[in-house]
């Protein structure tokens, strides 16, 4: 139901910062949970963070816990990753995801359903 296109994503130094966007179309998307998940080369896709509508509930990863922050602006249809202190094993594809219709909150990957094309992170030492 939901179309999502990421952006944002680049090459930066350690220590350095990186906000992600996704761009979100569709009538469901602001019914539904919204993440950031990532892959990184010859490993599987890992759930980054994920919020809801309203923004009341909110998941983070422990590995990004205090450096990442998730936020969204329903009336422009957005969804963000804010990436500071960002850190080699950061380097991934980050992709944006929504949950299926009706779920509105869920930290479980598989009720994630609907995928943007995903951006490239890559940070060196």
């Known amino acids: 139901q939901v179309q999502l296109v990421e952006s944002g994503g680049g090459l930066v130094q350690a220590g350095g910062s990186l906000r992600l966007s996704c761009a979100a179309s569709?009538?469901?998307?602001?019914?539904?949970?919204t993440g950031w998940f990532r892959q990184a080369p010859g490993k599987e896709r890992e759930i980054v963070s994920v919020?809801?509508?309203?923004?009341?509930?909110?998941y983070y990863t422990d590995s990004v816990k205090g450096r990442f922050t998730i936020s969204r602006d329903n009336a422009k249809t957005m969804v963000y990753l804010q990436m500071n202190s960002l850190k080699p094993e950061d380097t991934a594809i980050y992709y944006c995801?929504?949950?299926?219709?009706?779920?509105?909150?869920?930290?479980?990957?598989?009720?994630?359903?609907?995928w943007g094309q995903g951006t490239q992170v890559t940070v060196s030492s």
């Open positions: 569709g009538r469901t998307f602001s019914s539904v949970a």
């Open positions: 995801a929504t949950a299926s219709l009706g779920i509105l909150f869920t930290t479980t990957p598989s009720d994630f359903r609907s």
């Open positions: 919020i809801n509508w309203s923004g009341s509930s909110r």
